[in-house]
């Protein structure tokens, strides 16, 4: 087939389909130049010459560009909700700080325990009522408020899909679910395993595991300095007032330590 181009008000041709492609492509004829061969319906675009037209056709993406692409936009999308899930840990160990303060603040208080025995003796049971309690206290709070303590210092609250509060059994349920599959009971190195599981499934699902079977989802405010300073100043305060009140026991057990 033998195209003619207009070009610079000048003919030029005969041309093959394949020189005309290598026109387009070297940019010496564009979509609007003018074309004609015998048969044709008179001069037209390029773009609208059939026998030329697919020659400003965009090909198909590969099938590995397309996946590639949609690797990259989920990332992007799940990027937000991966630094959030650190907030969300950060909120559970304040939680799990405040309880412990409080554990042992009645229990040193009272005579319950003694600081020496938890230096020499650190009981299994000791460092997992803690966790167990907290799981309690949780599932208690998101049912009624939809935070905790943590969570409210760092703005996260926790509702159903269509935004109203748990149930207690929902609630119940999450926070028993959050602490087998999100923290592994907090004993090392199951705690480690099932934090990156559950970091994984966050990043393939965008829903952490007990969000996903619960049927909930975590909302978030922005953390401005002011809460931040708030909290820091919080947890300083409370380990001077447990260094006020129990300063001399620490110090003595410090003391017996190294003795023996």
């Given amino acids: 087939m033998q195209i003619y181009l207009l070009q610079d ?10 020189e005309v492609a290598d026109e387009v492509r070297s940019g010496r004829a564009t979509a609007d130049t003018l074309g004609w061969y015998q048969g ?30 949609d690797l990259a936009q989920r990332r992007a999308q799940l990027a937000p909700e991966r630094m959030r899930s650190s907030v969300r840990l950060w ?15 009645v229990g040193l208080g009272t005579g319950l325990m003694s600081v020496s025995d938890l230096l020499t003796n650190p009981h299994l049971e000791i460092q ?48 028993l679910t959050v602490w087998w599959r999100g923290v592994g009971f907090w004993l090392v190195p199951l705690n480690i395993f099932m934090m990156a599981l559950s970091q994984a499934t ?14 909930t989802r975590p909302s978030y405010e922005k953390l401005d300095a002011n809460r931040i300073i708030l909290i820091v100043a919080i947890i ?8 006020f009140a129990f300063g001399d026991q620490l110090l003595t057990a410090f003391e017996e330590a190294k003795e023996t």
């Fill in 128 to 175: 997992l009522l803690p966790a167990a309690l907290l799981m309690l206290l949780e599932g208690l709070l998101i049912h009624s408020f939809g935070t905790t303590p943590g969570k409210w210092l760092l703005r996260v609250r926790i509702s159903m899909d269509d935004g109203s509060l748990p149930t207690l059994k929902t609630s119940y349920r999450r926070a």
């Fill in 91 to 105: 909120a559970r160990l304040v939680d799990l700080f405040f309880l412990e303060w409080l554990l042992l603040t």
């Fill in 202 to 215: 966050l990043l393939s699902t965008g829903k952490t595991p007990w969000d996903h079977a619960c049927g």
């Fill in 9 to 18: 008000g000048e003919k030029r041709g005969p041309l093959t389909v394949f």
């Fill in 236 to 243: 300083v305060g409370m380990l001077l007032a447990m260094n």
């Fill in 40 to 69: 044709s319906d008179g001069w037209q675009r390029l773009e609208d010459l059939p026998a030329v037209s697919s020659i400003f056709v965009e090909p198909p993406p590969r099938k590995s560009e397309v996946e590639a692409e």
